[in-house]
């Protein structure tokens, strides 16, 4: 698949398929006369006996007026103008794509990047694009036959055609942004559809050890023995009940000068997260197999960020385990000692990952960072509280937070702040423990943020709960049942943020 910046006249490109945007009501723009003429009055006939309105998510595919240098000319609805956001033009493109690979038509040429939306640069508008055609053409199809005559075809070679006056530099430097961002967001994609039996917490190190090799980036694996060594007893107290071994991966970016601090990601990583001896209930559990999308956000930002070459330094920590019950699990009632001294009740051993997440959270710590960012499908009462819309962003720091929302608004992911006032850690006091890894029912979310922060206290730290957000449910435009890649392309613009 190849992206390639062109400028010139839209009506005199050489193209499979010319793809031309029409805001409701705006029928007669200079530029639609013109194509109106080239294909014999097919487009006024249209807008006339109302098949085609410019509304949102309407199509009109013509074929080639006899002078027409474009083979087709498919004209998409916008809807109306001043309605038209960046988040429209992304939705635009994906559903745009997803049309024309159904029609079999993978060559096109989009003028889609000169429509105007306020307060948007050349580049972020050249960004939402790029990223909507690279990941409507995303599937995960190692487990189905290679040739399929019904599936769409695959994207293959598509111009973006901006206006004279603007920047081709700009364009271009903004489709090779774009390609390494999806990079990241496919790899994580990629983690998160894996079953669960190709899928072991030691799967996920390798896969996390060769994408660092092709990237240069540095991994380093802590094996069973070592996590038993330096005491992470929390983490091991989920691996337990798994025959697979757990990991804990740690990878390092250096981008930045020798001495800057890094920022940390912490992701969640239980490669299949069963309950436990608190099994889950059979419907629905096959999902549960996403329970690493923190885990494959995080590797999926490494991974972007090495690619666009970030002045930044990175450190990324992924606990990865599986969560079963057997003869050998954790137990309700049971009391873990956890890598930071403190004790843990663990009343439910379905809350599992904040356990391992308070280990890796202690862990962190050495390598004194400016910030820290967990990621985690840590509970399911942040899907009842915000759906599949938003994750919930929590934290002991007004600034990142703050810094957070702004790079989700901007990236499309979206991040809503929930509190995490003092009041709420009573809830996870243990008559037995210093705590407790639950804080019943009410304001789940919060209580296992409030958890977690009692092992976030020597930094700033924000958590991100993306349980609604990590997977997909069924295909919405341009995103395919199953892992999303969530987080990736909000956490690169908040890196891109903190470099300038
Ligand atoms: N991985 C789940 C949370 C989850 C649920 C993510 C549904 C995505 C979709 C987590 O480990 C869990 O089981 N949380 C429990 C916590 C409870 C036992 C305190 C939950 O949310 O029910
Ligand atoms: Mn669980
Ligand atoms: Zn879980």
């Not at 019943?440 to 958590?463: E, M, N």
Request: charged share 20%; aromatic share 6%.
């Amino acid at each position: 698949m190849k992206i390639t910046v062109k400028k010139g006249n839209a009506l005199e490109q050489k193209t499979l398929c010319l793809v031309l945007g029409v805001f409701e009501g705006k029928y007669k723009e200079e530029q639609l006369l013109q194509l109106d003429q080239q294909v014999g009055g097919a487009f006024s006939r249209a807008i006339q006996s109302k098949e085609f309105a410019g509304r949102r998510g309407q199509f009109l595919l013509l074929h080639n007026g006899s002078q027409s240098l474009a083979e087709r000319i498919l004209l998409v609805g916008l809807g109306k103008e001043p309605a038209f956001s960046l988040r429209s033009l992304r939705q635009i493109t994906s559903s745009t794509v997803k049309f024309l690979t159904e029609k079999q038509l993978g060559n096109f040429l989009l003028v889609l990047p000169q429509l105007p939306i306020k307060k948007t640069a050349l580049d972020e508008r050249i960004q939402v694009i790029t990223e909507g055609i690279l990941l409507a053409d995303y599937r995960y199809d190692r487990y189905l036959p290679k040739v399929d005559a019904g599936r769409p075809v695959v994207v293959g070679h598509v111009d973006l055609l901006i206006s004279t006056p603007e920047n081709t530099a700009t364009a271009k430097s903004a489709v090779a942004a774009a390609e390494a961002i999806v990079s990241g967001v496919c790899f994580a994609r990629d983690l998160v559809n894996a079953p669960g039996n190709l899928k072991s917490p030691k799967y996920m190190a390798m896969q996390a050890v060769a994408m660092a090799e092709k990237v240069g980036i540095q991994a380093n694996l802590l094996d069973r023995r070592e996590l038993e060594r330096q005491g992470f007893g929390a983490m091991l107290g989920v691996a337990q009940g798994s025959e697979q071994e757990p990991y804990l991966i740690v990878l390092k970016y250096q981008g930045g000068n020798e001495a800057d601090k890094p920022i940390a990601l912490v992701g969640k990583g239980v490669t299949f997260d069963a309950g436990g001896i608190s099994l889950k209930p059979a419907e629905k559990m096959d999902e549960m197999k996403m329970d690493m999308g923190g885990a494959a956000a995080v590797l999926g930002t490494m991974q972007a960020a090495a690619k666009m070459k970030l002045p930044i330094n990175l450190i990324a920590v992924v606990p990865a385990v599986e969560n079963m019950p057997s003869g050998t699990a954790i137990r309700p009632g049971d009391i873990l000692t956890s890598l930071s001294g403190k004790t843990i009740e663990v009343l439910n051993t379905d809350a599992e990952g904040r356990l391992i997440l308070a280990d890796a959270l202690t862990y962190v710590g050495r390598y004194q960072p400016r910030v820290v960012i967990d990621l985690a499908t840590l509970t399911g009462a942040c899907i009842i509280a915000l759906g599949n819309q938003a994750a919930a962003v929590l934290g002991n720091n007004d600034g990142l937070i703050r810094e957070l929302l702004k790079a989700g608004e901007r990236s499309g992911e979206r991040f809503w702040q929930l509190p995490l006032w003092e009041e709420y850690t009573e809830l996870i006091k243990s008559d037995f423990a210093d705590v407790k890894n639950t804080g019943g029912r009410a304001a789940g979310t919060i209580t296992a943020a409030a958890f977690l922060q009692q092992f976030a206290d020597k930094y700033r730290w924000a958590h991100l709960d993306i349980a609604g957000m990590a997977w997909a449910e069924q295909g919405k435009a341009g995103q395919p049942k199953g892992g999303t890649g969530f987080a990736v392309r909000a956490l690169i613009e908040y890196l891109r943020g903190q470099t300038k």
